[in-house]
């Protein structure tokens, strides 16, 4: 089974975390990891999936909440659910680590609250301290901080590699799971 990245954050994004979501989108793609995004055409979804196709890169999934969401251009596979809010469940679970630019919205706060209480692995990217002691408060282990798209993937890298080390927690689950 292919790694799975979900690359949450708001519609509204401000520019950082729209360049934090390229960037991380590019450098998921390098390593052949897959994007999952919110599939839609703004904010966060849009640009780590531009990010991850502008490299040539991997497969990116976008699961929409309904179908009249505008797809972005760079998703290769829409998945329409029709669950509005609910298909952040579907997000997250389908990821085996959750990395947040950006935690304006309400639907990408619930998504890390939904990853730390599925025991998904969830990285801040250049979240506020206030964020991170908050999350970090629910999740205590599962959820890091990076202060770059760099160190986050450089975090994801470190746990494979740890993962890769011990097989027999990769044959339990059935895939390469991390934890942080």
């Not at 703004?42 to 505008?70: F, N």
């Not at 085996?96 to 998504?111: K, M, R, W």
């Not at 506020?128 to 975090?155: C, N, Q, T, Y």
Request: glycine share 12%; net charge positive.
């Amino acid at each position: 089974m292919r790694f799975i990245v979900g690359v949450m954050g708001p519609a509204k994004a401000k520019k950082k975390d729209l360049d934090n979501a390229r960037i991380l989108g590019e450098l998921i793609a390098r390593r052949g990891w897959v994007v999952l995004t919110g599939g839609r055409d703004v904010g966060v979804m849009d640009a780590a999936c531009e990010g991850a196709k502008r490299v040539g890169g991997s497969l990116t999934i976008g699961v929409l909440p309904t179908a009249k969401d505008r797809v972005s251009r760079h998703v290769d596979v829409p998945i329409m659910t029709e669950m509005g809010s609910g298909r952040n469940n579907i997000n997250v679970l389908t990821s085996q680590v959750v990395v947040a630019c950006g935690l304006s919205g309400s639907g990408t706060v619930s998504e890390v609250a939904l990853a730390v209480k599925a025991g998904k692995p969830v990285i801040l990217v250049e979240a506020s301290a206030a964020d991170v002691a908050f999350f970090r408060k629910l999740g205590k282990r599962l959820v890091a901080a990076a202060a770059s798209p760099e160190d986050a993937i450089a975090l994801i890298m470190k746990q494979v590699e740890g993962r890769n080390r011990h097989p027999r927690s990769a044959e339990r689950d059935g895939y390469e799971d991390i934890s942080l």
